[in-house]
């Protein structure tokens, strides 16, 4: 490395000047000792390796996972690639060149465990934009075929860039959007578990008439099955039963309002997740099972008027907080593991062989779930470093890991690390504190950055992710997603210039 030179604090608001709101983004650091030392400085359990050891490194070993049949199954390295939707499918639900393109760049990337490529919505309506891939039960639609073209796209690639895919494991992502459905439009058409006044409010829904029955539920596991039997047909290795970021399966773990047998109490509420993995088991016993979960959860936060800031409105109006999954009720700002240890020794009691670990929602708490300089155009400004949501993110991990050590897990909030990504990772993942380093947004701008760090080659720093959030900020306006800034097929595009004009106009308010 360099020699040390002091970082220089930078303002970095896109949207405000929130007064006193200073803090460090990590590119400015010019040396990993630099970086070790505010790291630190704000959370002195957490560390990061000064040299990143390549090929021969912790981030380049294999994995052994158990497989249904009491065996095990070797994947490749430590890189996960997480589900990126593109708002870029075929309105009945199938690929489009740009969805293809993406999945190939998942194959090229290096990266041995690919969690879902993408969300695959299970029925129409669980849809979070038109264009999502998903299950159409038109019979004049393949679904197969669409899903074969996905699949044989992303290992062709990885086959002809990375020698052998015996050691990649492909999974696919089964969702449903519920609160945050809008299979028509950017209109949202919210299919939820249960009533949230805090989230009503946000959103401006008379979420009352959108609660979802219990018999509609069970259709939704039954096409969360056929979802899965189809993946498994295909040739995929797994599937993900999500449940995060506030869609349907993750809301009704926190459903403690809701009446019925999906409602009240921790059996009901993990009564579809259970069930549906129960299900998919035995129409396919031979394919794994994951869990990408929000692990735990906040408040939903608000831009406050004045210096746009994200903030918890009205907390201390609604408590006891009787809403979300793994939070203190007397003070949902912080995390309470009671339940989310429950539900990971179930996850693991059911034979799920990985959970993917992420925290809170992007639409309620962005700056948590996916800690950003820049926030999206629906978004505010942090209200600290984002670092510290990183270290959350860790710190949520390592927590896991002690509760529930037997379980495999894949750790989430990398991409704001930029630079020192690969330092941290490595510190993390030879320490035992997490398994695998789950990257999602970076993979649009870099996607060959874990075969770079596994080869020992440097980081090619002109493609980092610098969470812009133009990924964001576009489908949040009915584009289709993708790194506008630093990607050249999606500076080329006419959405670009649309995303300037946005950003412009969000700089005035």
């Known amino acids: 490395m360099g020699r040390a030179a002091s970082a220089r604090p930078g303002r970095l608001t896109p949207l405000a000047e929130p007064a006193g709101m200073e803090f460090t983004p990590p590119g400015r650091f010019k040396s990993t000792e630099r970086f070790h030392e505010h790291?630190?400085?704000l959370d002195s359990s957490l560390?990061?390796?000064?040299?990143v050891e390549g090929p021969d490194g912790p981030l380049a070993q294999p994995l052994l996972v158990a497989t249904p049949d009491g065996g095990k199954r070797s994947i490749g390295n430590r890189f996960c690639v997480h589900p990126m939707e593109g708002w870029d499918g075929t309105e009945d639900g199938g690929p489009t060149e740009n969805t293809l393109r993406r999945w190939r760049h998942f194959g090229l990337s290096g990266a041995k465990l690919i969690w879902g490529g993408e969300a695959y919505a299970v029925?129409?309506?669980g849809r979070a934009n038109p264009n999502q891939l998903h299950l159409n039960p038109d019979p004049g639609v393949d679904n197969a075929a669409n899903l074969a073209r996905l699949l044989d796209a992303l290992k062709s690639a990885h086959l002809e860039h990375h020698g052998t895919t015996d050691d990649l494991v492909v999974g696919l992502q089964l969702t449903h959007s519920g609160r945050f459905s809008r299979p028509h439009g950017t209109t949202m058409s919210p299919r939820i578990a249960e009533l949230n006044p805090v989230l009503s409010e946000k959103y401006g829904l008379d979420a009352g008439v959108h609660i979802l029955s219990?018999?509609?539920l069970r259709e939704i596991s039954a096409n969360m099955v056929k979802a899965a039997c189809l993946a498994a047909d295909v040739g995929f290795d797994f599937v993900d039963v999500k449940c995060c970021h506030g869609y349907l399966l993750h809301e009704l773990l926190g459903a403690h309002t809701r009446s019925g047998e999906f409602g009240g109490s921790f059996e009901n509420r993990t009564r579809l997740f259970r069930e549906t993995v129960e299900a998919i088991k035995t129409a396919r016993p031979e394919l794994l099972i994951g869990c990408r979960v929000s692990i735990t959860d906040t408040y939903p936060l608000f831009r406050r008027e004045g210096d746009a800031v994200g903030y918890p409105k009205g907390v201390e109006?609604?408590?006891p907080w009787r809403h979300g999954f793994g939070v203190n009720t007397h003070d949902p700002t912080e995390s309470d593991f009671t339940e989310p240890q429950r539900f990971l020794e179930l996850c693991r009691d059911l034979g799920v062989f990985m959970a993917n670990l992420t925290v809170g929602s992007p639409y309620y708490c962005p700056h948590l779930q996916r800690p950003a300089a820049y926030p999206p155009s629906d978004g505010y400004l942090p209200p600290r470093d984002?670092?510290?949501?990183?270290q959350r993110h860790l710190q949520v991990v390592r927590t896991i890991r002690t509760l529930v050590p037997d379980l495999p897990l894949v750790g989430s909030g990398w991409s704001y690390l930029q630079e020192w990504l690969p330092a941290v990772a490595q510190h993390e993942v030879r320490l035992g504190m997490v398994d695998m380093v789950g990257l999602g947004r970076s993979m649009l701008s870099y996607p060959t950055l874990p075969a770079d760090v596994v080869g020992g080659r440097p980081l090619q720093k002109?493609?980092?992710?610098?969470?812009f959030s133009d990924c964001t900020t576009a489908p949040r306006n009915g584009m289709i997603s993708g790194c506008y800034p630093l990607d050249e097929h999606y500076k080329s595009m006419p959405q670009a210039v649309e995303l300037k004009v946005l950003r412009k106009e969000a700089s005035k308010a």
């Open 123 to 125: 029925q129409p309506d």
């Open 462 to 467: 002109k493609f980092l992710c610098r969470t």
């Open 386 to 390: 984002p670092l510290c949501e990183v």
């Open 214 to 216: 219990d018999r509609a």
């Open 317 to 319: 109006n609604n408590l």
């Open 39 to 41: 790291w630190t400085s």
């Open 47 to 51: 560390g990061c390796d000064l040299e």
